[in-house]
């Protein structure tokens, strides 16, 4: 299991930097920061993050934290409850009124 740690982890220095602006990449590890760095990119990352991101975490850990994530632009929530195929009100910021 190590191995596969270490495999994952290498790919974080992948992810945009102005996307995690306030982060050492190479500090972070994949376990201990998967919703810092999936809500980062479901908010504002790129096609390339995203890649990675299915690459580091299952659909039902993206799905888990894409869920309750407080804030996202009204293009950002159509596009990822697409992916997901969720309901754009299972999302925690539909249900904060975001929207409405």
């Known amino acids: 299991m190590g191995k596969v740690n270490d495999k994952k982890n290498k790919l974080l220095p992948m992810l945009r930097k102005e996307t995690f602006w ?3 990449l190479k500090k972070m ?3 201990d920061d998967k919703e810092i760095i999936i809500k980062r990119i479901i ?3 790129t096609e390339s993050d995203e890649i990675i991101m299915w690459k580091l975490y299952s659909y ?3 799905k888990d934290v894409a869920v309750n994530i407080d ?3 009204r293009d950002r929530l159509i596009y990822i ?3 997901l195929d969720l309901e754009e009100k299972v999302f925690k910021c539909y249900k904060n009124n975001q929207f409405h």
């Open 43 to 45: 908010q504002s990352g």
């Open 60 to 62: 039902e850990t993206i």
């Open 71 to 73: 804030f996202l632009n």
């Open 29 to 31: 590890n994949y376990i």
């Open 81 to 83: 409850s697409f992916v």
């Open 22 to 24: 306030n982060c050492d």
